[in-house]
């Protein structure tokens, strides 16, 4: 049960966060989307093998994090916790591609290791931009900015409804987990017990949505997403995007490490 209280603890403080005046919570919802949509592509369109071309790339997650003064202890576990499926994705990369691609005195590198780090960084900037631009902004607005930005509005609120549906999950898993606990005496569960245990879940989680459902339809919902935050497009929204933009684009034509590392060995006596 702790580890669902977590869970959920974890989910809400992104909404906590993201109801804080801030001056990342300042700017458009949508100038933060697209300049986070072009940072993503921008991150995914690097060669394989690219490793320290993507780092300059940090600074966008790390420069909003500090406009939206989120801690990084929260994020940095959210982040841990999806890491496994990047170290899943790129595994075997070490394994069929041995060519030798660097070499640090007499250790060599397989072309197979430098791609495995350049899909973790990929992952950490991308998935850590995402998670930095839901915890500045709030999942609810967030909807609402892909809904104005040409989004179908069906799809905005089924992930809205997916957001907000994993607490009521997880708020019955931790019912269930307790209710389990104090009738087993301390005594491990049987594997034969998590289909029945699992199929009771889903269907107290299925009658309380219906309940939620009920709910919201008695208090006027009309299936269109709205957001106590107003959604006004500024010049500061337009220089955001474009600055962001064209520091984008310089990193992805100059490799910046590279340039910098020439510059400080040319300048070196």
């Given at each position: 049960m702790s580890r669902i209280d977590a869970a959920l603890r974890d989910l809400r403080s992104l909404e906590a966060l993201a109801a804080r005046d801030t001056a990342l919570a300042r700017l458009d919802a949508r100038a933060k989307v697209v300049a986070t949509l072009v940072f993503i592509v921008t991150v995914v369109s690097f060669d394989r093998y690219a490793v320290a071309a993507l780092m300059p790339l940090a600074a966008f997650p790390l420069a909003l994090a500090m406009l939206g003064e989120l801690p990084a202890r929260p994020l940095l576990r959210k982040l841990l916790f999806a890491a496994p499926f990047a170290v899943l994705v790129g595994l075997f990369n070490p394994l069929l591609d041995r060519a030798p691609m660097l070499a640090f005195g007499a250790v060599h590198v397989s072309a197979g290791w430098v791609s495995f780090a350049s899909i973790l960084v990929r992952f950490?900037?991308?998935?850590?931009?995402?998670?930095?631009?839901?915890?500045?902004?709030?999942?609810?607005?967030?909807?609402?900015?892909?809904?104005?930005?040409?989004?179908?509005?069906?799809?905005?609120?089924?992930?809205?409804?997916?957001?907000?549906?994993?607490?009521?999950?997880?708020?019955?898993?931790?019912?269930?987990?307790?209710?389990?606990?104090?009738?087993?005496?301390?005594?491990?569960?049987?594997?034969?017990?998590?289909?029945?245990?699992?199929?009771?879940?889903?269907?107290?989680?299925?009658?309380?949505?219906?309940?939620?459902?009920?709910?919201?339809?008695?208090?006027?919902?009309?299936?269109?997403?709205?957001?106590?935050?107003?959604?006004?497009?500024?010049?500061?929204?337009?220089?955001?995007v474009a600055g962001w933009s064209a520091f984008f684009l310089l990193v992805r034509l100059v490799d910046l490490p590279q340039w910098a590392g020439r510059a400080l060995l040319g300048a070196a006596p």
């Open positions: 950490a900037l991308t998935v850590g931009a995402a998670l930095v631009l839901v915890a500045g902004t709030g999942m609810n607005t967030l909807c609402v900015a892909l809904t104005r930005l040409g989004v179908p509005p069906v799809m905005t609120t089924q992930l809205l409804f997916l957001f907000r549906y994993a607490f009521v999950l997880g708020a019955e898993a931790a019912r269930t987990s307790t209710a389990r606990e104090l009738r087993s005496g301390g005594r491990a569960m049987a594997l034969a017990a998590y289909g029945p245990l699992l199929g009771h879940l889903l269907l107290r989680a299925f009658e309380r949505a219906q309940r939620i459902h009920l709910a919201m339809l008695a208090r006027g919902f009309d299936g269109e997403l709205r957001s106590l935050r107003a959604l006004r497009w500024s010049t500061r929204d337009s220089l955001f």
